[in-house]
């Protein structure tokens, strides 16, 4: 009885020198940043189902033809009274939608800050038809998804931004002829074994929204995964960050990609006909004809080749106008 | 008896009680306790006082001021890039120097604010997201430069990329930084701004014991004074007298410096906003007809400015801010009619009616209020510190000297029963 009350008196002396003695932990937070956090262009998202179509069946059509030319171009100051053009020339410039993330097609060139590239040439080539002055023009820099919308509220005249003619846009904005005949393939760092669209099952390829190349890499039979964002050289960004496997757009495009990064490589052949018509609102077919006759001079004297050699090397024969009237 | 009494304590001491000795030695004892005890407490609360200064002009102020320093400068950087982007080919010297200043600010301000960490837990997030993005942001700034200098547009993605990081990440953090090291400040000064409400009743009632003590003796013994119990009440006296005067000066150097704590959180904030909206303004012409997110971004921002100057700012700096919005809208017209080169000369430009100057001059005008309004604050926290100087020991001294002459006052008067 007593040596258990002794025992009983041990242990709990041992208990509460166990307890005053128990490891006390520091109160101090973790040091943290075990993962790092990759920086990302902004609204860089992957696509889980490819990009909808606004309407569901597209009426089948002949996309490349557009409104034929009514006569001779008219004179600098001779626009017919009422027209779009004379409207335009009376507001003092040509407002245009370009890009300036294109490299050789729209870019601004980091040096003079100015607007350049084949798209831009051939604007203001417009701009001179309706004021004698290429310079009387007012960029306004719209991303691939906001061409449309910009025709639509009408904040641009007219849109020269690598866009592709397609039955599916016919029906919301106007097309001139084709200017510029471009085809979708892939671009990969030149480390990679990558052949063509059909060898990227599952890995990322880039696009931007809104555009006819982030539908055809979404509906490629090799299911690759999609991601987009917003404008084109965000692509370059995160192949050279490594977040991407591969861009998948235009040629043209593609190529001003290779020009600025020498370790990547543009791979397969052509998969897509990207057909680039000069975009206008629906409600002005004056202004389309009046595009496409201007288009006709500047195939016929030599003014597109010279455009073409001075962004995209030399010219092949211009692309034929194809007309619906 | 007798023997009762000693096996009993309680008896004892009502024993003792019963005869007038017995009665000056209890009388002397609690005294003595009394006049220590208010001591004690009365000492321990000027100490408290004096930590919450003490930690409010060393801790809180300097880290509020670094979180407001960390922010600002990364404001500053983000709006700076964007200006060099948008002047063209490279950038100019006096951009360059201003960006670096700006990197190295934000990193030498972190490194403090960083210090802290252990006692304010719940700001792990925001300063490791500050030091683990801020190498990454100058990573990505610097290749676009490098793409820059080989006319890549790519470069152009990259500054987006960062100022993305920059807007998304590391300002939200810097805010949130700001913001609780400012609450803190608030605190300590709330702290430190209490009235002495403790100290006065404890020493009433210490006052109060002796007056009573002084007076039952007068009754007991027939002398008016007992010189021991005066000296004890000048002491009790002198000590109150001393705590509350130093706790009123330090209360209210504390209420004046929460004004001035006030006045330089509004100006803090002003000069952030003078930064994001001059960010958001060039970012608006980089986009080239896209940037109306950035247009109303910069809209909220000036009316946000408008609102912390006519709290805080001087006239010179209304008069600035109203000068850059003049030229805000000029050069905003010159943009929206097609005139895109006026529109950047506008915003970058060095004449006296440009945005630049105007923003560059209200940036000033900011910094040297701010300058002006911290120095105020810090100077109004030392007059309060010093007010509590010598304070403590003080206190406990004189209770000392209380509680002696209390008990030989009434050891002079037990003598008489020997």
């Given at each position: 009885?007593?040596?258990?009350?002794?025992?009983?008196?041990?242990?709990?002396?041992?208990?509460?020198?166990?307890?005053?003695?128990?490891?006390?932990?520091?109160?101090?937070?973790?040091?943290?940043?075990?993962?790092?956090?990759?920086?990302?262009?902004?609204?860089?998202?992957?696509?889980?189902?490819?990009?909808?179509?606004?309407?569901?069946?597209?009426?089948?059509?002949?996309?490349?033809?557009?409104?034929?030319?009514?006569?001779?171009?008219?004179?600098?100051?001779?626009?017919?009274?009422?027209?779009?053009?004379?409207?335009?020339?009376?507001?003092?410039?040509?407002?245009?939608?370009?890009?300036?993330?294109?490299?050789?097609?729209?870019?601004?060139?980091?040096?003079?800050?100015?607007?350049?590239?084949?798209?831009?040439?051939?604007?203001?080539?417009?701009?001179?038809?309706?004021?004698?002055?290429?310079?009387?023009?007012?960029?306004?820099?719209?991303?691939?998804?906001?061409?449309?919308?910009?025709?639509?509220?009408?904040?641009?005249?007219?849109?020269?931004?690598?866009?592709?003619?397609?039955?599916?846009?016919?029906?919301?904005?106007?097309?001139?002829?084709?200017?510029?005949?471009?085809?979708?393939?892939?671009?990969?760092?030149?480390?990679?074994?990558?052949?063509?669209?059909?060898?990227?099952?599952?890995?990322?390829?880039?696009?931007?929204?809104?555009?006819?190349?982030?539908?055809?890499?979404?509906?490629?039979?090799?299911?690759?995964?999609?991601?987009?964002?917003?404008?084109?050289?965000?692509?370059?960004?995160?192949?050279?960050?490594?977040?991407?496997?591969?861009?998948?757009?235009?040629?043209?495009?593609?190529?001003?990609?290779?020009?600025?990064?020498?370790?990547?490589?543009?791979?397969?052949?052509?998969?897509?006909?990207?057909?680039?018509?000069?975009?206008?609102?629906?409600?002005?077919?004056?202004?389309?004809?009046?595009?496409?006759?201007?288009?006709?001079?500047?195939?016929?004297?030599?003014?597109?080749?010279?455009?073409?050699?001075?962004?995209?090397?030399?010219?092949?024969?211009?692309?034929?106008?194809?007309?619906?009237? | 008896?007798?023997?009762?009494?000693?096996?009993?304590?309680?008896?004892r001491v009502t024993g003792l009680a019963r005869s007038t000795p017995g009665r000056f030695t209890l009388l002397a004892l609690l005294l003595v306790v009394s006049t220590l005890l208010v001591g004690a407490l009365t000492a321990s609360s000027v100490q408290r006082r004096s930590d919450a200064l003490t930690a409010l002009a060393d801790r809180s102020e300097p880290l509020a001021f670094a979180a407001q320093e960390v922010y600002r400068a990364m404001a500053d950087a983000d709006a700076t890039a964007a200006s060099a982007f948008l002047s063209g080919g490279v950038e100019s010297a006096a951009l360059r120097q201003r960006y670096e200043a700006d990197v190295a600010k934000a990193a030498a301000a972190l490194s403090t604010a960083t210090g802290e960490i252990t006692r304010s837990p719940e700001l792990v997030d925001a300063l490791s997201t500050l030091s683990g993005q801020l190498p990454v942001y100058t990573g990505l700034v610097e290749t676009a430069r490098a793409h820059n200098r080989q006319g890549n547009p790519v470069g152009a993605a990259y500054l987006r990329e960062a100022s993305t990081l920059m807007r998304d990440r590391l300002l939200p953090a810097a805010q949130s930084l700001y913001r609780t090291e400012n609450a803190n400040v608030a605190r300590d000064l709330g702290g430190a701004t209490t009235l002495p409400w403790l100290e006065l009743?404890?020493?009433?009632?210490?006052?109060?014991?002796?007056?009573?003590?002084?007076?039952?003796?007068?009754?007991?013994?027939?002398?008016?004074?007992?010189?021991?119990?005066?000296?004890?009440?000048?002491?009790?006296?002198?000590?109150?007298?001393?705590?509350?005067?130093?706790?009123?000066?330090?209360?209210?150097?504390?209420?004046?410096?929460?004004?001035?704590?006030?006045?330089?959180?509004?100006?803090?904030?002003?000069?952030?906003?003078?930064?994001?909206?001059?960010?958001?303004?060039?970012?608006?012409?980089?986009?080239?007809?896209?940037?109306?997110?950035?247009?109303?971004?910069?809209?909220?921002?000036?009316?946000?400015?408008?609102?912390?100057?006519?709290?805080?700012?001087?006239?010179?700096?209304?008069?600035?801010?109203?000068?850059?919005?003049?030229?805000?809208?000029?050069?905003?017209?010159?943009?929206?009619?097609?005139?895109?080169?006026?529109?950047?000369?506008?915003?970058?430009?060095?004449?006296?009616?440009?945005?630049?100057?105007?923003?560059?001059?209200?940036?000033?005008?900011?910094?040297?209020?701010?300058?002006?309004?911290?120095?105020?604050?810090?100077?109004?926290?030392?007059?309060?510190?010093?007010?509590?100087?010598?304070?403590?020991?003080?206190?406990?001294?004189?209770?000392?000297?209380?509680?002696?002459?209390?008990?030989?006052?009434?050891?002079?008067?037990?003598?008489?029963?020997?």
């Amino acid at each position: 009885m007593k040596r258990a009350g002794v025992r009983a008196l041990l242990a709990g002396v041992v208990a509460a020198v166990a307890a005053a003695c128990a490891p006390v932990p520091s109160a101090a937070p973790d040091i943290g940043g075990a993962s790092a956090v990759v920086p990302r262009p902004a609204n860089a998202t992957e696509l889980t189902a490819p990009p909808s179509s606004a309407a569901a069946a597209v009426p089948s059509c002949d996309a490349t033809a557009s409104l034929r030319p009514q006569g001779a171009l008219p004179a600098v100051g001779q626009m017919p009274a009422g027209s779009t053009m004379e409207r335009i020339v009376r507001s003092g410039r040509l407002r245009v939608g370009v890009d300036q993330n294109t490299y050789l097609m729209g870019f601004r060139n980091p040096f003079s800050g100015q607007l350049e590239g084949f798209d831009v040439d051939m604007a203001r080539e417009v701009a001179r038809a309706l004021f004698g002055d290429p310079e009387k023009i007012q960029f306004k820099v719209l991303t691939s998804e906001q061409r449309i919308p910009a025709l639509e509220n009408g904040e641009v005249d007219i849109v020269v931004r690598t866009m592709t003619i397609n039955c599916e846009r016919w029906q919301k904005v106007n097309f001139s002829t084709v200017y510029y005949q471009a085809g979708q393939r892939v671009l990969v760092p030149s480390s990679s074994d990558a052949t063509g669209i059909e060898s990227l099952g599952g890995k990322k390829v880039c696009a931007t929204r809104g555009s006819s190349s982030l539908v055809n890499v979404a509906n490629a039979p090799s299911r690759p995964i999609a991601v987009e964002v917003p404008n084109w050289t965000d692509c370059l960004v995160m192949l050279q960050q490594g977040q991407v496997d591969a861009i998948s757009t235009d040629d043209t495009i593609l190529a001003g990609f290779a020009a600025q990064d020498p370790y990547t490589k543009i791979v397969g052949p052509q998969f897509t006909a990207e057909p680039y018509g000069m975009a206008m609102p629906k409600a002005s077919e004056d202004f389309v004809r009046f595009v496409n006759a201007l288009l006709e001079r500047l195939r016929a004297d030599g003014t597109w080749a010279t455009i073409h050699r001075r962004w995209l090397g030399e010219p092949p024969a211009p692309p034929v106008a194809k007309y619906r009237d | 008896m007798l023997v009762e009494a000693q096996r009993n304590p309680v008896r004892r001491v009502t024993g003792l009680a019963r005869s007038t000795p017995g009665r000056f030695t209890l009388l002397a004892l609690l005294l003595v306790v009394s006049t220590l005890l208010v001591g004690a407490l009365t000492a321990s609360s000027v100490q408290r006082r004096s930590d919450a200064l003490t930690a409010l002009a060393d801790r809180s102020e300097p880290l509020a001021f670094a979180a407001q320093e960390v922010y600002r400068a990364m404001a500053d950087a983000d709006a700076t890039a964007a200006s060099a982007f948008l002047s063209g080919g490279v950038e100019s010297a006096a951009l360059r120097q201003r960006y670096e200043a700006d990197v190295a600010k934000a990193a030498a301000a972190l490194s403090t604010a960083t210090g802290e960490i252990t006692r304010s837990p719940e700001l792990v997030d925001a300063l490791s997201t500050l030091s683990g993005q801020l190498p990454v942001y100058t990573g990505l700034v610097e290749t676009a430069r490098a793409h820059n200098r080989q006319g890549n547009p790519v470069g152009a993605a990259y500054l987006r990329e960062a100022s993305t990081l920059m807007r998304d990440r590391l300002l939200p953090a810097a805010q949130s930084l700001y913001r609780t090291e400012n609450a803190n400040v608030a605190r300590d000064l709330g702290g430190a701004t209490t009235l002495p409400w403790l100290e006065l009743l404890l020493g009433a009632a210490l006052l109060a014991v002796l007056v009573a003590a002084q007076r039952y003796l007068t009754r007991k013994t027939n002398r008016l004074l007992n010189v021991g119990l005066v000296a004890a009440t000048a002491a009790s006296v002198v000590s109150l007298l001393w705590v509350l005067g130093a706790s009123v000066v330090a209360v209210s150097g504390a209420s004046s410096s929460q004004d001035d704590a006030e006045v330089v959180d509004v100006l803090a904030r002003a000069r952030i906003a003078t930064l994001a909206a001059r960010g958001n303004e060039t970012l608006t012409l980089v986009a080239r007809g896209s940037g109306k997110e950035y247009e109303e971004a910069y809209a909220a921002r000036a009316e946000e400015l408008q609102g912390l100057l006519a709290r805080a700012g001087s006239d010179k700096a209304r008069a600035d801010f109203v000068r850059w919005q003049d030229a805000h809208v000029r050069l905003r017209e010159a943009d929206d009619r097609g005139d895109y080169t006026a529109a950047v000369g506008l915003a970058l430009g060095p004449g006296p009616d440009g945005a630049a100057e105007a923003f560059d001059a209200l940036d000033t005008d900011l910094r040297e209020s701010l300058d002006a309004a911290r120095a105020g604050l810090t100077e109004s926290i030392a007059r309060a510190r010093g007010a509590l100087t010598g304070a403590v020991p003080a206190v406990v001294l004189l209770a000392l000297v209380a509680a002696v002459a209390a008990a030989a006052g009434l050891w002079q008067r037990l003598k008489e029963y020997r």
